[in-house]
């Protein structure tokens, strides 16, 4: 029960805030006004409390400085204050088991994340979907998957500039340039007159690489020039200079500030990008690809695959046209005088070497697929299967490791490049991307 005791019981008027009523207190407890309980001693001594009758001493009046004075019952007060801090300590024993589930389920769907990242679609199972159509007139480009972005990457080049842009995966229909890079800018950045800069237009990028690392970057290089591009806000992170025009990119699938660039002349360019660089020269004449698995950069000339790892070994074969990886093994495209096609598989697997003591990490396989091409088509080697690109047929033939075929898509047009989703594959070819899926 509460009560507004905010007058004096003598002449029942509000308290002030001066000293003529200001609240005064007996030795009892009991509140006046100043001048009233003044008025009630009668200069005497002491007096009985007008409340309580009790004896109280004129020396031991104590003005009270409150502008109001509220009385409250304080019966059960200790026990609810008591619950309300057991039920506190409740609620926090709660929370922190809260907590703890949610990073417990957190660190469940980030396991379950990861492990769907490494899980593809059977290629069996894949069907036609659709048909995206567009005219394309730059035959020389690039197509990869970013799977952070759900993205098709392309490269692109036209009268003003070159570049990149990024298709939306889902619908194929958003287009975005993620990086471009206009003819009379270069021309400039070069030193060189703008009247000029038609001599620029065949500047276009060499090689594209996406992160292993799922963490929407990539790296691209045009002549002497690499740069790393973030495609979530389509940023330049990183750019660099280096001595020779630079043909080839991979990552470090070990390291994710390390990524090594080949060079016309035959360097090999280990880039750290806390700041540190180094140059090898494996051979005499440009690296066109290269990948890296575990410790061992390959690296694809036109004469033969160079093996770099605490040693350089050269496997010279006729015209090398594309080398390409995952982190199981390297996909050699070879081409001999009649243009007929010869692909390579080269495994990776220092257990078995180690088994039967032999020094080498790597084991080749040889398959011929019986076709011929003339001109540079980047195959793909993924999760255990070779995907060739048979322009003969107008399709893309998918292969198991021993060259069994396991699936052909057929796309009835020329194929200028394809790339590798989840769950879908996309193939460019002159008149547009055909999708197949699950």
């Known amino acids: 029960m509460v009560d507004n005791s905010d007058k004096c019981t003598i002449c029942l008027n509000t308290y002030t805030l001066t000293d003529a009523h200001r609240p005064t207190s007996l030795e009892c407890g009991h509140l006046f006004g100043n001048s009233c309980i003044r008025k009630w ?6 007096a009985l409390c007008p409340t309580c009758t009790k004896t109280c001493r004129l020396r031991n009046l104590r003005p009270i400085y409150a502008t109001q ?14 619950a309300l801090q057991e039920e506190r300590n409740r609620m926090e024993m709660e929370n922190v088991r809260l907590m703890t589930l949610i990073e417990l389920l957190q660190k469940e769907l980030k396991k379950g994340a990861s492990s769907k990242k490494n899980e593809r679609a059977d290629v069996v ?5 659709r048909r995206c159509p567009f005219v394309l007139k730059d035959k020389n ?22 570049g990149l842009k990024k298709i939306d995966g889902m619908d194929m229909a958003s287009v975005e340039i993620v990086f471009q890079v206009k003819y009379k800018e270069l021309a400039a950045l070069t030193r060189q007159d703008s009247s000029t800069c038609a001599d620029k237009r065949t500047v276009r990028i060499k090689d594209l690489k996406v992160s292993p690392f799922n963490d929407s970057t990539v790296i691209l290089c045009y002549e002497n020039t690499v740069k790393m591009v973030n495609t979530a806000n389509n940023s330049v992170l990183m750019s660099l200079s280096l001595q020779e025009e630079i043909t080839s990119l991979t990552y470090d699938h070990t390291d994710r500030n390390v990524i090594f660039a080949g060079d016309v002349k035959g360097y090999v360019y280990r880039i750290d990008l ?27 000339c036109v004469n033969g695959v160079y093996v770099y790892d ?30 007929m096609v010869m692909h390579l598989l080269i495994e990776n697997n220092t257990k078995m070497a180690e088994e039967h003591g032999n020094t080498d990490d790597y084991i080749f396989n040889k398959h011929f697929f019986n076709f011929k091409e003339t001109k540079r088509l980047r195959d793909r080697v993924c999760d255990g299967n070779m995907f060739v690109i048979n322009n003969e047929k107008k399709a893309v033939m998918v292969y198991d490791i021993v ?36």
């Not at 001693?41 to 002491?46: A, C, I, P, R, V």
């Open 41 to 46: 001693f009668n200069k005497q001594k002491s």
């Open 69 to 82: 004075i509220i009385a409250c019952e304080n019966d059960g007060s200790v026990e609810r204050i008591i």
């Open 125 to 129: 199972a894949y069907r036609f979907i």
């Open 141 to 162: 480009i690039f197509v990869e998957y970013e799977q952070c972005e759900n993205a098709v990457l392309m490269t692109f080049c036209n009268e003003q500039a070159f």
């Open 274 to 300: 806390t700041g540190d660089i180094s140059r090898t020269q494996i051979g005499d004449s440009a690296i066109h690809s290269m990948h890296k698995i575990s410790s061992v950069v390959y690296c694809g």
């Open 310 to 339: 605490r040693r350089i070994e050269k496997y010279e074969m006729l015209t090398i046209t594309n080398l390409t990886g995952d982190d199981r093994g390297i996909l050699v495209t070879v081409r001999d005088r009649s243009t």
């Open 403 to 438: 060259g069994n075929i396991r699936k052909i898509l057929w796309c009835g047009e020329i194929i200028t490049g394809f790339c590798i989703g989840v769950d879908k594959i996309y193939i460019l070819t002159c008149k547009g991307f055909m999708i197949y899926g699950v």
